[in-house]
């Protein structure tokens, strides 16, 4: 077989370690489960890490007993583990394909071996038991090392394994659909990074459940990551159509598209795809996009970018739905020169779940990131640990058995962050303060679990804890920057905003008056004012801001349409005006172009307030076939439930005055 050297040359060094008493393997827990409470004790008198010494018993067996050779014991864990990103065409700086390339870069191969920095496996050992792990063993770290000193030779040309071929062909077989994006991108020669959105139709007519998907990021040479999202409106697109270039600039930031289902499908150097299974199988509906973000660095010439996706189908809808819960901290700011800057945020959760993955994130400045989860009856459990971290290789990490964590849990996880001039990946000559934010110049701290809830009830319950949880989060950031900046208008209206999701009417009402005080001629601000007292049920108040939003500026549909419902709505009978009503309501509509749902919904309400029952039925149904064209299929069904009042009521009326009409 390929490999039967260095297998025989590992099972030789484990022996003689073996016998000589330098290696004891840690204790396990016979129940181990993928996750240990605490590390693995180690009993051996010499550390096992080779960055603290471990390998060097190791390197003394090889080093007496054995002569190394590239052609015998390197080549084939060169060609397992090095030259499938080390080859033309690929995400690596040079190749690794054969003995004058390799002895090229010997001394660097062993320093980044040896300090495991490569292949590139950012989690510690003993916080987590992986599926794909890329690593190399301490015997195949040692073999290198003492090649490397014995003078690196070749050895006989026979010995050499041959060399490893690739082809084109997909990691998990052929797709049932590949979708590509609709033309290239261009990345110039120099600059910034740049992050760019696509959109890629995916043309499908029916509903399909998906149970993988596979990135071919088009250009792996500048492609420093991807990250796959589903649009089912059409907000992605157009903004691609408002974009001269392909796609649109920016990080994802629409609300519109969203990870499939909680799944989080990336692309990484190195990283294979996750072959899935059909019980957690994705939705995607019949005219549904998939935008792709691509992190791309220039690298010196113009290169040419065209991303590709494989989908993979299940032939059976899924029977559970995973969640994916993120815990993040924008409370960052981090001072020029501190090289050990931290953050933390916990979540406790409301349901019993099973971890099937774990994805943290940081830019630049990350240095260290754990997580972990102190359980109801007081243990605290390792779910991941890096020591050392590199924005160039994030991943996700898949345990090869889910992590069970009991209702009450509570999940935390601790970023530091390097913001010295020791860090070589720090952007900043000098270093300068950085703060939250989504371009990799700023800073981010997050941790991503893909969790599978016990029912689809327990599903809703964690969606809603979670969002409530991450508003609180964004309110005190924003509670913060007002701390420093008290008269800043934009920060009250967030803070009215948020205040007013989590449905604490007095405290958003609080920020947006105080906002007002601020910027007395902001329309926002009195439109978001009115809004809120027209929903507590101060609807003379209401109309007064609204009315003064509209004169501020003019013909904005959502202003038109507020005004309309509260003439129309108006508990006060002296204050209703229905004809007003009808005409501020169809100008909503018009402008835009008969398209938006909810004003036409408001058009077909101030028609029945009027007694104009066929206008509101016709316009009801307007509404409807508008809501089901965004697919927006909630608000559509509470339309229809309108829209069958209004029908029966006309039936009612016409049996009892026995007419048609």
């Known amino acids: 077989m390929r490999f039967r050297r260095i297998i025989a040359a590992s099972i030789f060094v484990t022996a003689l370690l073996a016998a000589w008493g330098f290696w004891v393997r840690p204790e396990r827990s016979d129940e181990y489960t993928g ?22 018993s190791t390197e003394g067996a090889v080093r007496t007993q054995l002569q190394v050779t590239f052609n015998n014991h390197i080549a084939p864990i060169i060609f397992e583990n090095c030259s499938g990103c080390h080859r033309p065409n690929q995400s690596a700086p040079f190749n690794l394909l054969n003995y004058t390339e390799v002895r090229k870069h010997v001394t660097q191969i062993v320093e980044v071996t040896e300090n495991r920095l490569m292949p590139p496996w950012l989690p510690v050992e003993e916080y987590g038991d992986f599926k794909d792990a890329r690593v190399l063993s301490r015997e195949e770290i040692a073999l290198i090392k003492v ?17 490893p071929v690739w082809d084109d062909a997909w990691h998990l077989g052929d797709p049932d659909v590949v979708v590509t994006m609709p033309e290239p991108y261009l990345l110039g020669p120099d600059g910034a990074d740049v992050y760019r959105n696509f959109v890629i139709p995916t043309r499908e007519t029916s509903i399909r459940f998906v149970r993988s998907a596979e990135i071919r990021p088009g250009n792996p040479k500048v ?42 499908i990336g692309w990484t150097p190195g990283k294979l795809p996750n072959p899935g299974i059909g019980d957690l199988a994705w939705r995607l509906e019949p005219g549904d996009d998939l935008v792709l973000q691509l992190h791309m660095r220039p690298a010196g010439k113009s290169e040419p970018v065209q991303a590709t996706v494989g989908l993979y189908f299940s032939e059976r809808p899924p029977t559970s739905r995973p969640y994916a819960l993120v815990l993040r901290s924008k409370l960052i700011d981090i001072p020029p020169g501190d090289s050990s800057y931290e953050v933390r945020s916990s979540y406790v959760l409301p349901v019993d779940v099973r971890v099937l993955s774990v994805y943290p994130h940081a830019h630049y400045l990350g240095k260290e990131i754990d997580a972990s989860a102190l359980l109801p009856d007081g243990i605290r459990k390792g779910l991941l640990r890096i020591e ?38 720090n952007p900043n000559d000098p270093p300068k303060r950085v703060g939250y934010g989504q371009n990799s110049t700023d800073e981010m701290a997050e941790l991503m679990l893909q969790v599978l809830p016990a029912s689809a009830a327990d599903w809703e319950i964690l969606r809603n804890d979670a969002a409530e949880h991450a508003i609180r989060d964004q309110i005190d950031l924003v509670e913060r920057r007002l701390q420093s900046a008290p008269a800043d208008h934009s920060q ?23 906002a007002l005080e601020l910027e007395p001629g902001s329309a926002r601000a009195h439109f978001l004012l009115a809004d809120l007292l027209a929903e507590t049920g101060r609807f003379e108040e209401a109309q007064r801001h609204f009315e003064e939003s509209d004169r501020l500026d003019p013909n904005q549909p959502e202003t038109l349409d507020s ?60 509404a409807v076939r508008a809501a089901n064209d965004a697919k927006a299929f909630e608000l559509s069904a509470q339309i229809q439930r309108r829209l069958d009042s209004y029908r029966s009521k006309i039936a009612e009326i016409r049996k009892l005055t026995g007419t048609d009409r």
Not at 35 to 56: C, H, I, Q, S
Not at 154 to 161: M, N, S
Not at 501 to 513: I, K, N
Not at 565 to 587: K, M, P, V
């Open 563 to 622: 005004l309309a419902q509260i003439l129309a709505r108006n508990s006060n009978a002296a204050s209703r005006d229905l004809d007003r009503a009808i005409r501020l309501a169809l100008r909503a509509a018009e402008l835009s172009n008969f398209k938006n749902p909810a004003h036409l919904e408001t058009v077909a309400i101030v028609y029945a307030g009027a007694g104009e029952s066929a206008k509101a039925i016709e316009y009801s149904e307007r």
């Open 492 to 514: 009250h209206i967030q803070a009215g905003l948020l205040y007013k999701r989590l449905s604490e009417p007095v405290s958003a009402m609080t920020h947006f008056e105080r």
């Open 388 to 425: 050392h971290w590199d924005f160039s290789w994030q991943d996700e990490y898949r345990y090869k058995t889910p992590v069970f964590l009991r209702k009450g849990t509570v999940v935390t996880m601790r970023h530091i962050f390097d913001n010295s001039s020791g860090n070589p990946r």
């Open 35 to 56: 996750v240990e409470d605490v590390p693995a004790r180690k009993v051996e008198t010499e550390p096992l890490n080779p960055r603290e010494g471990g390998a060097r």
């Open 147 to 163: 090649w490397a000193e014995q003078g690196a030779e070749e050895g006989d040309k026979a010995d050499l394994p041959r060399e």
């Open 223 to 264: 492609v420093h990551h991807a990250v796959l999202q589903v649009d089912h409106t059409r907000a992605s697109r157009s903004l691609d159509e408002q974009d001269p270039d392909p796609g649109f600039g920016g990080i994802m930031s629409i609300p519109e598209a969203h990870l499939p289902d909680g799944h989080f």
